[in-house]
């Protein structure tokens, strides 16, 4: 979970953190990818620079995916004997997952790795090692193998805690039908003689004895008995997104004439969009290609772009600059809240912020905890159109699940960039893309556009690969919601989704034979 300590860990293994007690051995070289921290060195050789495709000298006007390839072509080049890596896939794009997956499979050295990337974890991971409640559990196989085994132990726990608690309770009832036994045990009558009396009262003590001695033994079994404590229920976040104001525009955002160029590179030249009121636009597309530019240009409103009357923008940027690290969670939120502090503290509760927790810095925090905080002040703005920046990057794979929940229930007009397959998946109904410096949309959901796409006679076979490697990753998806569904599962649309994609593979897969 977000929280639970797994970059301190990693810290600790590194030296980079002396833990309170004990003590860590580390033998040999390694190398280190941070989530946030900028690399140690700004240039990185010209070889690896181009096996992960990315420039050979750091820049701050880099885009996100970008800095990740750098900070992971650096490890690389620094011929380690070990590589710790915290998320090294956040801000990457498809192909640049791909590439990443490879050159780590490729990869000699030993790794230990943080991340909710499912389908990198069971590519890559032999070993598991949780973190969970304050300890660390090893466990071996990949992240599917790790899953089955935690399922298993969850049920093996809940199951014998019920029969813990069944057992107790059945020996308590036997004691408490032992001292009933006791108390009708009568005395003898008044009528009977000394004699008789004086048996019946042997006869009662007698009984009483042996009654007691067998609650006497009934409680020893009792504490004998190996206690089962009750499994703990992992406590998850939840996030539900206000109703926003209406706006009456038919569209929100307007884009005319745009150009944007970084020095000699182009971005941007005479592009144009429209977003309709109410639509969730997914803009995908390549590291580099414009993406971060595009929703900032929206947000500061530049030359060419027209924002409809009445709208109010709640912006998550991938780099989190909307916190104030040297403020504390609490403060940052209600920095621009419109809402009471009561509230306020109630809806990071919400996210698993309780009582003391909101006094901490933002400077303490991961990478998702300040995910989570950053979506807590957007949402507790006073917006009504919604531009998130890679939003779900660093998140655990529950809350990953919540945020895409709480996205696809919202009412108001959402634009959002994301390399996130199983997000775009869920919750676009339009696909933005950037090509050729132009900004193209288009009206349907992603499996909509990537068959749309893989019928242009103009497709390469490298295009395809790519269209085949996204189509297998939702594929292993859907059959695990199928394998394993929840009660927010559409099982017919699933089914339904699966033969889709099932087909559309063996089409693709089709075209590359041949």
Not at 192 to 206: F, I, V
Not at 336 to 359: M, N
Not at 426 to 451: R, W
Request: with cysteine.
């Amino acid at each position: 979970m977000n929280g639970a300590g797994k970059t301190t860990l990693v810290n600790i293994l590194t030296r980079r953190l002396e833990p309170d007690e004990g003590w860590v051995e580390l033998y040999g070289s390694y190398s280190y990818v941070s989530q946030l921290q900028p690399p140690r060195n700004k240039r990185i050789s010209a070889e690896w620079a181009s096996k992960l495709r990315v420039s050979s000298t750091w820049h701050e006007s880099m885009s996100g995916g970008e800095k990740t390839r750098f900070k992971l072509a650096q490890c690389f080049d620094s011929n380690s004997l070990m590589i710790f890596a915290d998320e090294p896939t956040s801000n990457i794009d498809m192909e640049g997952i791909e590439l990443i997956e490879n050159r780590l499979v490729e990869y000699q050295g030993g790794l230990v790795i943080v991340s909710h990337d499912r389908s990198l974890l069971d590519r890559l991971c032999n070993k598991i090692i949780e973190v969970e409640n304050g300890k660390i559990k090893l466990y071996g196989g990949n992240y599917s193998y790790y899953s089955a085994q935690k399922d298993q132990e969850r049920e093996r726990a809940q199951f014998e805690y019920s029969q813990y608690v069944i057992e107790k309770k059945r020996l308590e009832k036997v004691i408490v039908d032992l001292k009933q036994k006791m108390k009708s045990i009568k005395k003898a009558p008044k009528r009977m003689g000394n004699s008789e009396a004086r048996l019946h009262k042997m006869g009662g003590q007698k009984a009483k004895a042996s009654l007691a001695r067998a609650i006497k033994n009934t409680r020893a079994r009792i504490e004998h008995l190996e206690v089962k404590e009750k499994p703990l229920q992992q406590e998850l976040i939840k996030l539900d997104v206000v109703d926003p104001k209406k706006i009456y525009s038919k569209v929100i955002i307007e884009g005319r004439n745009i150009n944007k160029n970084f020095g000699d590179k182009v971005i941007f030249r005479d592009a144009e969009f429209n977003i309709d009121n109410g639509a969730k636009v997914a803009l995908i597309g390549p590291n580099g290609c414009g993406k971060s530019t595009l929703l900032k240009m929206i947000v500061n409103k530049d030359d060419g772009i027209k924002i409809a009357p009445g709208a109010k923008i709640g912006y998550f940027s991938q780099d989190m600059s909307i916190l104030d690290e040297s403020l504390t969670i609490l403060e940052n939120v209600m920095a621009d809240s419109i809402y009471q502090e009561t509230f306020a503290r109630i809806f990071l509760s919400r996210l698993l912020f309780k009582r003391e927790e909101v006094f901490k810095k933002v400077s303490a925090l991961s990478g998702g905890e300040r995910v989570k905080v950053s979506f807590a002040k957007i949402l507790l703005k006073d917006f009504n159109l919604l531009i998130l920046d890679e939003p779900t990057n660093y998140l655990d794979i529950h809350s990953l699940d919540v945020i895409e929940e709480a996205l696809q229930n919202y009412n108001g007009t959402l634009l959002f960039a994301s390399h996130d397959r199983k997000l775009i998946s869920s919750v676009a109904d339009h696909i933005m893309t950037i090509e050729n410096h132009k900004i193209k949309m288009f009206n349907g959901n992603f499996a909509d556009y990537l068959a749309k796409k893989s019928q242009a006679p103009d497709n390469s076979l490298e295009d395809i690969k790519k269209q085949i490697f996204v189509l297998q990753n939702r594929l292993s998806e859907i059959i695990g919601k199928l394998s394993m569904p929840s009660k927010n599962n559409n099982l017919q649309a699933l089914d339904e989704e699966y033969h889709k994609v099932l087909n559309e593979l063996k089409r693709l897969k089709g075209k590359v034979r041949s």
